[in-house]
């Protein structure tokens, strides 16, 4: 998250021992399933990295020790899809969509005017608060988007801030068509795949587009995803969250990293994302805060598709910051396992950012864990609304508490 300080500040190795239930997400260790579950356990960090895993009865010598006190330990959440880069507050709307009123689009066009009248320095703050926040929840690596500035100018910016927070930023020029030019959207897309494009690449690795009515056909969304790869950027997609529509099997076709939303799935978009290496992204935060049909996961993961879990923390439709929340989501109205919604939200999102060193705890992985104040993971569902993290060491430094 914060890109200086990495590192473990102990010189040498430190044991965390006493561990009742390690999930590495590697099925080779421990009890064989895909959370690779070992009892009684302990991890050993070296630097920033894992170094050893295993029965904590058989563990090697280290300069330190950390006694877990009987708890569990699960790899840090890797949330690969959140907007963080805005300003401003829309209280009202989402009251109103309390009251009856339903979620449009439209109400992106509120956080844009907020987010171009504000600092660098008042965004950059606001995406330091919502990472703080999010680490400690368990949060580990983020990805973020711009999408809320949707000029040349405040869409670089947006990458330029986001990009002092995390590796993982995506270009999202094509939110919706910018104000300026409602009445002429071939003219932004000429804007977004061409001096837009030019401005914002050298701030990100993904670039994005939400193809949904009301902003971006699959045409449009073809052109934006193309021209990004063009610039070196991998493509990711909005897709499928308001209704049906060709975007699960453009990003499919187009091979992006992810699909994100796919609440409104036909039998061919499944067979699709399941044929594919594109990621089920699923947002529940979506879903619980405009009020709309959950996602089918089981669907998805009964198919062979490969389903990652992440907030959307935004303004808009998803104001959570919260991995656990969407876990509890996920198990209860999702027909997710606890283990599946585990796996999605820590390995599945690692799958949706194209890594394999965040996500699983084995020799060689980034040492990101997360202590839980629980005996087992499945506890994150069983007790929602719990705050159940009370411990993260992100890169093999204690970061939480
Ligand atoms: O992922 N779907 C498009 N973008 C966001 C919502 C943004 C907003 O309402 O401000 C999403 O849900
Ligand atoms: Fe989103």
Request: proline fraction near 6%; include cysteine; charged fraction near 20%.
């Amino acid at each position: 998250m914060v890109r200086s300080g990495y590192g473990n500040e102990q010189a040498g190795s430190t044991a965390v021992v006493g561990i009742a239930s390690l999930v590495t997400n590697d099925p080779a260790q421990g009890d064989g399933s895909p959370l690779g579950v070992i009892r009684e356990a302990a991890v050993v960090i070296e630097g920033d990295r894992i170094v050893w895993t295993g029965e904590s009865a058989r563990v090697p010598v280290t300069d330190h020790v950390s006694d877990a006190g009987g708890r569990a330990v699960v790899p840090g959440f890797v949330d690969s899809h959140s907007h963080l880069v805005f300003a401003g507050d829309r209280t009202e709307e989402f009251a109103a969509r309390m009251s009856g009123r339903p979620y449009s689009a439209g109400g992106i066009r509120t956080t844009v005017a907020a987010t171009r009248a504000a600092s660098d320095e008042a965004l950059s703050a606001n995406v330091a608060r919502y990472l703080a926040e999010a680490l400690r929840q368990g949060t580990t690596t983020f990805e973020t988007k711009s999408g809320y500035g949707l000029t040349v100018e405040d869409e670089a910016r947006c990458l330029r801030v986001a990009a002092a927070h995390t590796d993982e930023v995506t270009y999202l020029g094509a939110h919706i068509v910018a104000p300026e030019y409602a009445d002429d959207p071939a003219g932004y897309v000429d804007l977004v795949t061409g001096p837009m494009l030019d401005a914002c690449a050298p701030y990100a690795r993904w670039v994005d587009v939400f193809c949904e009515r009301g902003a971006f056909d699959g045409d449009a969304a073809r052109a934006i995803l193309t021209a990004g790869r063009a610039k070196g950027l991998v493509p990711r997609v909005h897709a499928n969250q308001l209704g049906h529509g060709p975007g699960v099997q453009l990003a499919v076709e187009l091979d992006a990293a992810s699909a994100d939303h796919c609440t409104h799935l036909t039998d061919a978009d499944v067979d699709a994302l399941a044929a594919g290496r594109t990621v089920a992204t699923l947002l529940p935060g979506a879903e619980f805060s405009t009020r709309a049909p959950w996602p089918d996961a089981r669907r998805l993961l009964d198919a062979g598709a490969t389903v990652a879990l992440s907030t959307d923390c935004n303004p808009g439709s998803s104001f959570t910051s919260s991995v656990p929340f969407c876990v509890a989501l996920a198990v209860r109205d999702m027909g997710m396992t606890p283990d599946e919604a585990l796996w999605a939200a820590t390995a599945g999102g690692a799958a949706a950012l194209r890594r394999d060193d965040v996500g699983r705890l084995a020799p060689g992985a980034r040492a990101d864990l997360v202590l839980l104040d629980a005996p087992s993971h499945v506890h994150l569902a069983y007790r929602p609304g719990v705050p159940l993290v009370a411990g993260v060491w992100r890169a093999g430094r204690p970061v939480v508490p």
